[in-house]
């Protein structure tokens, strides 16, 4: 069997942007290497390896301080290789957990030591079975005793009847990906005036990644920046942005340089830049350095 292919950029644009001092990457995963950190045997793909120091290589390319690395399908609920990653760069790095929603608090507690900050759910076709909103909820009483918050990744035509479940969180929710909605379908699509209203709710964050899985014109992506955009007009104390590095399951290899580039249309003054890229993760994932 042939080995699988990168699914990232080894040597992406310099980024024209400069960006804040303390900015963070509020989103990207790790790979193995499977050697060390073997892949799940349940895993619905097999990614090449994009280990830790591919990722601070990048990170010091495009001058990102801090970071927030969200475990990957393919490991499943082993989180050995995001906690060590997080475990190199003490204070600078967090993470995002995925587990099952039986997991007990000591459990998340041990994992809190390690660095993480959430749980992950997936709720798109090609990652697998969805665990039921309602047992999501019932973990998510559990979290709050140690400060957690839930992260979705969802489909955005799921987002309407998942929201009377959602609203019930007693925990912070994070949308991943503006909701994975389809930037072709324009700015008034329902699915996107579905994420708009559940945002209403100040419970709700959401992350301005993934223009390049929004986009239905390749790069740079312009179908998809007003989305990003309007999310930062109108919520912009609770708008994170990532690169989603190694960029899993994509058709097309983005440029992470001009990834960070089109910050300057998402986010277009400094303050805004500011609060997206480092005073909104400096609050909500608690970054010590």
């Known amino acids: 069997m042939a080995e699988p292919q ?3 950029n080894p040597n992406p644009t310099e980024p024209k942007l400069r960006l804040p001092d303390g900015a963070c990457d509020a989103h990207f995963h790790v790979f193995g290497p499977q050697a060390q950190f073997p892949f799940a045997e349940n895993r619905t ?10 990722l601070f290589d990048l990170h010091d390319f495009l001058l990102i301080e801090r970071g927030v690395v969200v475990q990957s399908g393919a490991h499943g609920f082993d989180n050995a290789a995001a906690a060590d990653l997080i475990a190199a760069k003490p204070g600078s790095y967090r ?3 995925l587990l099952p929603p039986s997991i007990e608090v000591a459990e998340m507690k041990r994992l809190h030591e390690q660095g993480f900050r959430g749980v992950r759910f997936n709720y798109v076709q090609h990652l697998g079975a969805a665990v039921p909103i309602a ?3 019932k973990l998510a009483a559990r979290m709050a005793s140690i400060g957690w918050h839930l992260q979705l990744h969802t489909e955005s035509s799921l987002i309407a009847a998942m929201t009377p479940a959602l609203k019930l969180s007693p925990v912070p929710v994070v949308i ?3 909701g994975r909605i389809d930037a072709s379908r324009g700015l008034d699509q329902p699915e996107f005036r579905h994420l708009l209203a559940l945002l209403e709710d100040k419970r709700f964050w959401v992350k301005v990644s993934g223009v390049e899985r929004a986009s239905r014109q390749g790069t ?16 912009g104390d609770r708008t994170l942005w990532g690169t989603d590095w190694p960029h899993p399951n994509l058709a097309a290899i983005p440029d992470d340089g001009v990834l960070v580039d089109l910050l300057a249309e998402i986010a277009p003054s400094e303050a805004q830049r500011q609060a997206l890229l480092v005073d909104n993760p400096q609050r909500f994932y608690g970054f010590t350095k």
Do not use: N
């Open 6 to 8: 990168l699914s990232y």
């Open 45 to 54: 793909y097999t990614p090449a390896d994009a280990p830790k120091e591919k």
């Open 95 to 97: 993470g995002v957990a």
């Open 135 to 137: 047992d999501v909820i």
């Open 176 to 178: 991943d990906h503006m």
């Open 220 to 235: 740079p992506y312009a179908d998809a920046v007003p989305f990003a955009r309007k999310l930062v007009q109108e919520f």
